[in-house]
């Protein structure tokens, strides 16, 4: 089991940017993908961003081309940029790490866009 501590979440005004991180705990041998979810009050939980230990990335539409995801595999740390943020974006963002094909999730952070 992967222990994951999530920062930088918080309060922004539409238009602004935010970076969320986390880091992972212990060995990175077997993690194969690092990403990040979110939900929304009322929703389900959706993919944001993810990537893969090659660096291969994908991103859910609504976010494309306004966030980008970044890992560094020497600090078992995931990232991801927030620009452009808008009301819509608000929601509580989970950091997701598959090792050994299963998933791991950290507590959630709040990002909160106003408008």
């Known amino acids: 089991q992967v222990q994951l501590v999530e920062s930088g979440g918080g309060l922004v005004q539409s238009g602004g940017s935010l970076r969320l991180s986390c880091a992972a705990s212990?060995?990175?041998?077997?993690?194969?993908?690092m990403g990040w979810y979110r939900q929304a009050p009322g929703k389900q939980r959706d993919l944001v961003a993810r990537i893969t230990r090659d660096g291969t990335s994908n991103y859910a539409d609504s976010v494309r081309g306004r966030f980008i995801i970044s890992r560094d595999n020497g600090k078992n740390t995931v990232y991801l940029q927030m620009n452009s943020l808008k009301p819509e974006d608000t929601a509580v963002y989970y950091c997701?790490?598959?090792?050994?094909?299963?998933?791991?999730w950290g507590p959630g952070t709040q990002v909160t866009v106003s408008a």
């Open positions: 212990g060995s990175s041998f077997g993690i194969s993908a």
């Open positions: 997701n790490v598959r090792k050994w094909g299963l998933d791991d």
